[in-house]
């Protein structure tokens, strides 16, 4: 026999027992950015490696370590996208959407980095965001994370995760406080991993972001980025904090969320569930001011978020929030006899016509009545239409409720609409 192939690891197939959680999800997404005016933007899921380095940074974890990086065929750069916002802000720039103008702008779509696979953490995965462009106030920052917070609340999860915000001032304010955090640093060298170390000298910030416990616990008393905040960032952070709770959307103010990337200015809020173990953050963002002017555009304000769908799907069946639609039909189609079958497609097809939103699944391999309604009964269905020579003659339609215990009954092929009308939902 000839040897299998598999998938590569930390990329996972989305098979039909939970296709249908990931569509509704997917669903309730487009349906709240559209209640907030959002249009959507798809970008190609490659790109030259020069956006993404340019735009996340150098010395990140992500183009340290995660990229997917290849040479095409002529000898160009290339990297599967890592995240999104480069791609929106290369295009909005390529295309003139962004400079002087306000864009509200959402995607959603399949994610590659080179990380070790483990619950929550994969190497294809995907990503839902939103992108606000050419708004500076606290505003529109406050309206990302309300269309976030509207996010919980259509999915049944806002008791389950919590927002933290922190700011993170101007790029001149933050190199004051670089100064500040290096010298804290310094003396604890000892205690920091390789990364850390390393990170101390080239971008100190990140080992605020860091994952490892220890490096944590040494960063106990650390000097605070909201203690070195410029006074414009400092009254944008107060005024969002004040927008905030005006709206009713409780935040704990985290003084290490600095943020995986280097494009953020200003604030950054991440949502984070004690439900899904290390890999708690479900959606992340933030403002990133500089980053169209340093991919080449002229300078224009922006705030966004990106949220893990995996972590979100996730959560949501830890929680059992989410009905797990396995049933695949609703109206099951039989068929008893060669005059029976052409007819039986012609009445499937009749309800398809009729009747909105009908899923009608016809069987297809012959076989007695008892074993059409095996499979009937299996794909969930929750009446069958059991069409022989009788009823192809007379232009007639047999009913057989298979949940409720109700009778089975016959009616004109006419009034097929009205007798299946209570078996949709
Ligand atoms: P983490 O701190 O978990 O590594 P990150 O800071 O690298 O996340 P972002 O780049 O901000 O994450 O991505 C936004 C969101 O995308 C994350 O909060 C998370 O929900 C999701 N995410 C990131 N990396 C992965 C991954 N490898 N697999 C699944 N989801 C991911
Ligand atoms: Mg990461």
Redesign the pocket.
């Known amino acids: 026999m000839a040897k299998t192939i598999q998938a590569i690891r930390?990329m996972n197939d989305c098979l039909p027992e939970v296709s249908g959680i990931w569509q509704q999800v997917e669903s309730t997404l487009r349906s709240v950015v559209a209640s907030y005016g959002y249009q959507e933007i798809r970008t190609p899921v490659v790109e030259s490696t020069d956006l993404f380095k340019r735009s996340i940074g150098e010395v990140t974890?992500?183009v340290e370590k995660e990229m997917y990086t290849f040479e095409d065929r002529n000898g160009d750069s290339l990297t599967l996208r890592?995240?999104g916002t480069a791609s929106c802000v290369r295009a909005g720039n390529e295309h003139g959407l962004l400079y002087n103008q306000h864009q509200r702008l959402w995607y959603m779509g399949p994610?590659f980095?080179h990380?070790r696979p483990q619950k929550?953490?994969?190497?294809q995965?995907?990503?839902f965001?939103v992108e606000a462009y050419g708004l500076d106030g606290p505003d529109i920052d406050l309206e990302v994370i309300l269309l976030s917070a509207r996010l919980w609340k259509a999915f049944g999860i806002a008791d389950h995760v919590k927002l933290q915000i922190n700011s993170l001032g101007s790029n001149e304010a933050r190199q004051a406080y670089r100064e500040a955090l290096i010298e804290f640093l310094t003396a604890r060298a000892d205690q920091l991993d390789e990364d850390s170390r390393r990170r101390m000298e080239t971008n100190p910030l990140r080992v605020l972001?860091s994952?490892n416990p220890e490096v944590q616990a040494a960063l106990e008393g650390a000097p605070s980025l909201i203690d070195h905040l410029d006074s414009e960032s400092e009254q944008h952070f107060s005024q969002l904090c004040e927008r905030l709770s005006q709206a009713g959307i409780e935040y704990e103010i985290n003084p290490r969320l600095v943020?995986?990337?280097d494009y953020y200015n200003r604030t950054v809020f991440?949502w984070v569930t004690d439900s899904l173990g290390s890999?708690?953050?479900?959606?992340?963002?933030g403002r990133y001011d500089g980053l169209v002017e340093q991919l080449g555009g002229k300078s224009t304000p922006a705030v966004g978020?990106?949220?893990?769908?995996?972590?979100?799907v996730l959560l949501l069946t830890t929680l059992n929030a989410e009905e797990q639609g396995t049933s695949s039909a609703d109206i099951f189609v039989t068929a008893l006899g060669e005059d029976a079958a052409s007819y039986a497609v012609t009445v499937a097809e009749q309800v398809r016509d009729t009747v909105a939103g009908a899923r009608v699944m016809m069987h297809c391999g012959g076989g007695n009545l008892k074993k059409q309604l095996k499979r009937a009964d299996k794909t969930g269905a929750r009446v069958a239409l059991l069409l022989g020579s009788d009823e192809a003659q007379n232009q007639q339609v047999t009913i057989k409720p298979l949940r409720d215990g109700q009778e089975q009954s016959t009616v004109a092929l006419a009034s097929l609409e009205t007798a299946v009308a209570p078996f949709i939902d």
């Open positions: 930390g974890d992500i890592p995240e994610m980095r990380e929550g953490r994969y190497r995965f995907h990503q965001g972001d994952k943020r995986g990337l991440e890999q708690g953050t479900v959606c992340a963002g978020f990106a949220m893990g769908m995996e972590r979100l």
